[in-house]
Structure formats: structure tokens, C-alpha cells
């Protein structure tokens, strides 16, 4: 079975500083696929990035870029510039390559990430 | 387009009682997912559905959950009788086909007393 580690339970940064949050996963796949989903106060749970296993180049979206080594089980999650409204709970999320009837999504403990003004 | 949504936001009850978790999946998303979060550890996963069918449903912790999804649209999640370690947030997240991603709502805070 699949899970996916998160060792850092809080985390927190300056305002317009860089952070980066940690993610461990253990699988047996060669093709996955994996997340990292930000949750703020009370609401909904959204998708920050996605990368592909099969993927070398690391995925980035604007602010938000991963670290994503294959070998090492290893898929870190860089926000830079922090901004205030970047404070959530940051959950990894892992996703095995589409079989039938496997859809789930192991997540992790998450992180939580506070910005000091 | 609306996401997600969940009602209710917060349900206190207590151990004993019946609680129903509703969530309406965003329109036209075939794919209907249930995950819980308990005390503070990962998210799990429970059951997927599509359309009104169960297809994978083995993350459904034992018999008191009740998961349903008449006519394909929304879906609600009965837990009978409420148990103290049913306490958690109650994610549901909706996809448009097999494989896509997966739409979160805010969940709903379950607190058995």
C-alpha cells in the first residue's frame, strides 16, 4: 500500500519570504501521480499542483513549484513570495496511475502553514 | 459554477444519535468521492461513486456508515449510531470523468460528544 509522509506539522514564514514544505511517499508504481492541495479556514480543500511521475521536468504554477525526485520517494512543495492569503493547511496527496475502480487519493498529514506579516 | 458544497458545516451530536452528511458534487461530475479526516492524522479515503453506483467502496470503516447516491446527482453519507471516534472532517470531492482531478468541498465537522 501506498502512503505518503509529511513531517513537518507546522510551518511558518515571513511575508514575501520563500518556504518550502516537505513530502515523503512510499510506493511500488512506476507511473503515479502526485498533488499538493491547500486548504484555508473553513474552506473548500483547492489543487495547487500536479505532477506526473513519468514527468522529468518539475511542474510549477506562478508562486508555487515542486521538487519532485523520483529515486529519493521525495516531492517538496516551494512557495515564493509568501503572501497572507497563502495561509492554509497543505495536504500531499498521491494517486496511482488510473486503474479501474483506483481513484483514491492517499493524502498525508498535512502542514500547517502560518505567514507573519 | 458552484463547487462542491457540503452541509452541514459543523454537526454536534451525541454518541448514539444518527447523522447525515450531505454533499452536492459539482454539476455534471459523474464521479463522487468521500474521505475523512480523523483527529488531526491523514485524510482517508472511504468510497467512490460513479454515477449512483459504488465502485470502490473499500475505505468505509464498517456498517454504521451508510453512503448513497440515488438518481446520480447528490450524495449523503448516514452514520448510525454515531460512535466518539467518528469525530473528524468529512471530505467530499467530485471529478468529471475517471481520472481528472478531484474537487474538493470544505467538509463537514462531525463532533460526537
Known amino acids: 500500500a501506498q502512503t505518503v509522509t509529511q513531517s513537518q506539522p507546522e510551518m511558518s514564514v515571513q511575508e514575501a519570504e520563500t518556504v518550502t514544505l516537505s513530502c515523503t511517499y512510499d510506493?511500488?508504481?512506476?507511473?503515479?501521480?502526485l498533488f499538493w492541495y491547500k486548504q484555508p479556514p473553513s474552506r473548500q480543500m483547492i489543487l495547487v499542483i500536479r505532477?506526473?511521475?513519468?514527468?522529468?521536468q518539475n511542474a510549477t504554477e506562478n508562486r508555487f513549484s515542486v521538487n519532485f525526485q523520483k529515486a529519493a520517494k521525495s516531492f517538496s512543495l516551494k512557495i515564493s513570495d509568501s503572501q497572507l492569503g497563502d495561509a492554509a493547511m497543505y495536504f500531499c496527496?498521491?494517486?496511482?496511475?488510473?486503474?479501474?475502480?483506483?481513484?483514491?487519493?492517499?493524502f498525508g498529514t498535512g502542514t500547517r502553514l502560518t505567514i507573519i506579516p | 459554477e458552484a463547487g462542491v458544497t457540503q452541509f452541514p458545516s459543523h454537526s454536534v451530536i451525541e454518541k448514539g444519535q444518527t447523522v447525515t452528511l450531505r454533499c452536492d458534487p459539482i454539476?455534471?461530475?459523474?464521479?463522487l468521492y468521500w474521505y475523512r479526516r480523523v483527529m488531526g492524522k491523514e485524510i482517508k479515503f472511504l468510497l467512490h461513486?460513479?454515477?449512483?453506483?459504488?465502485?470502490?467502496e473499500s475505505g468505509m470503516p464498517n456498517n454504521r456508515f451508510l453512503a448513497e447516491r440515488t438518481g446520480g446527482t447528490y450524495s449523503t453519507l448516514k452514520v448510525q449510531p454515531a460512535e466518539l471516534e467518528d469525530s473528524g472532517v468529512y471530505f467530499c470531492?467530485?471529478?468529471?470523468?475517471?481520472?481528472?482531478?478531484?474537487?474538493f468541498g470544505a467538509g463537514t465537522r462531525l463532533s460526537v460528544l
Open positions: 470531492a467530485s471529478s468529471q470523468a475517471r481520472g481528472n482531478i478531484q474537487y
Open positions: 510506493t511500488s508504481e512506476s507511473d503515479y501521480y
Open positions: 505532477q506526473e511521475a513519468y514527468k522529468q
Open positions: 496527496a498521491y494517486r496511482n496511475e488510473l486503474n479501474f475502480g483506483n481513484e483514491k487519493l492517499t
Open positions: 454539476s455534471g461530475h459523474d464521479n
Open positions: 461513486f460513479v454515477k449512483e453506483s459504488k465502485q470502490d
